[in-house]
């Protein structure tokens, strides 16, 4: 959140920044900033919500499929890439970091985007 009132994303456009863990709290807090920027950050060059769409995310979630959904309402899946916490879970839980968002109810376009489309948009554009 810091990045978005110093308008970092709109002063470099061509600075990838990943946030871990789904963006944590930002999609739940991103409608209140939209509200209220005018009169906290006035200065900042564009509204919260188009500052984060700027930067790109990664999918570690830990399974929960709700989390997943609110990123993906607020951020965009487009703005998604796959991630997992490996090596500190492995196994099972590791096959749960791309076995959650097949199995989330995304709709199949979304779901591969993020799991094998997205990563290469980061890296390339």
């Keep these: 959140m810091h990045l978005i009132p110093a308008g970092v994303p709109s002063r470099c456009p061509r600075l990838r920044i990943v946030i871990s863990h789904l963006g944590g709290a930002l999609p739940m807090v991103l ?7 005018l009169w906290e950050a006035p200065d900042i060059p564009e509204k919260p919500s188009a500052a984060a769409r700027r930067m790109w995310y990664d999918t570690v979630g830990h399974g929960h ?10 951020l965009g899946a487009d703005r ?3 991630g997992t916490d490996f090596p500190h879970q492995a196994g099972e839980q590791f096959l749960t970091a791309t076995d959650y968002i097949r199995h989330s109810g995304l ?5 591969t985007a993020i799991l094998e489309e997205n990563a290469t948009r980061l890296i390339t554009s």
Aim: hydrophobic fraction near 55%; avoid cysteine.
């Design 31 to 37: 409608a209140r900033a939209d509200n209220q920027y």
């Design 80 to 82: 998604l890439v796959l």
């Design 65 to 74: 499929v709700p989390a997943l959904w609110a990123a993906v309402e607020s």
């Design 107 to 111: 709709p199949d376009a979304q779901a």
